[in-house]
Structure formats: C-alpha cells, structure tokens
C-alpha cells in the first residue's frame, strides 16, 4: 500500500519546505512510511481533477494513503475539498 503527500503552491514563487516539514512529521508520528512526495504549482481555483492531484488519485489504488498538510491544500473551495473526499471513499484512499 502507497502512501502519497500532496503538496501544493499557488505560484512558482512559493516552496513547498513548510508543508513537507509537517507531512514528514505528522508520518513519523503515525509510521507512516516511503511517502511519495508529489508537488504542485497551481492556483486553488484551479479544478483538482485538471491539477496533478487528480492524475494522483486517478492512478491511486484501494488501502493507499494520501496526506496532505492542511485541508487548504486541496482545494479552495468547500465543494471541491468534499468531491476529493467523495473520490477518494469511493475508491478506498485512505486521508
């Protein structure tokens, strides 16, 4: 079983130090091993099915994990944060 940590940014000028630092603590806590780190440069506006977390979860597989730093991060708006949860418990992904 994969663990993923979605990581992402609004502009090319921003980095992704902080969120990783939290993922990676937050893993260590829970024993959670062999993150794959997948990074993003995109607007929050952006629909997450045309960013690369929607390649991420469309390649996921039943019992894999994905984390991500804070709820913000995976989408701007409420709706959209509520279609990846919805995504992601009809195919088993663990968050």
Do not use: P
């Amino acid at each position: 079983m994969a663990v993923y940590a979605y990581l992402r940014v609004s502009t090319d000028r921003q980095d992704v130090d902080n969120q990783k630092h939290g993922v990676l603590e937050y893993a260590n806590q829970r024993g959670l091993s062999s993150l794959q780190f997948v990074e993003d440069a995109a607007s929050g506006r952006k629909k997450w099915s045309e960013r690369k977390l929607g390649e991420m979860l469309h390649s996921m597989s039943a019992g894999d994990t994905v984390v991500f730093a804070e709820v913000s991060r995976i989408a701007r708006s409420t709706l959209q944060v509520l279609e990846v949860l919805e995504h992601c418990t009809e195919h088993q992904i663990n968050v």
